[in-house]
């Protein structure tokens, strides 16, 4: 497995939307489980949704009911779907898969 790429950040005002992708790089996709975290300037990194290799999915309390992820295997893509956005998404935005972590992607969200 090589490092996944994100993509998809960008600025967008408080209420909007945007869908970060992740993409894997390598074999057996379906075999690992994958996250995303996020890091937002001055704070410790944190944990914001997780999907198993089974498709079971979980969420931080910050973001249930907003943030979806999912994947596609097909793609070798994970996706976290970002609506009701709030000034305090505003972080770099990181994707695991399996044991690998991307570079990140920017998310500013404006009040």
């Known amino acids: 497995q090589g490092q996944p790429v994100e993509s998809g950040g960008g600025l967008v005002q408080a209420g909007g939307s945007l869908r970060l992708s992740c993409a894997a790089r390598?074999?057996?996709?379906?075999?690992?489980?994958t996250e995303w975290q996020r890091q937002a300037p001055g704070k410790q990194r944190e944990y914001v949704a997780r999907m198993t290799s089974g498709g079971t999915s979980s969420y931080a309390e910050a973001v249930k009911g907003r943030f979806t992820i999912s994947r596609d295997n097909a793609k070798m893509t994970v996706f976290l779907q970002m609506n009701s956005l709030k000034p305090e998404d505003t972080a770099v935005y990181y994707c695991?898969?399996?044991?690998?972590w991307g570079q990140g992607t920017q998310v500013t969200v404006s009040s």
């Open positions: 695991r898969v399996g044991t690998n």
């Open positions: 390598g074999s057996f996709f379906t075999r690992y489980g």
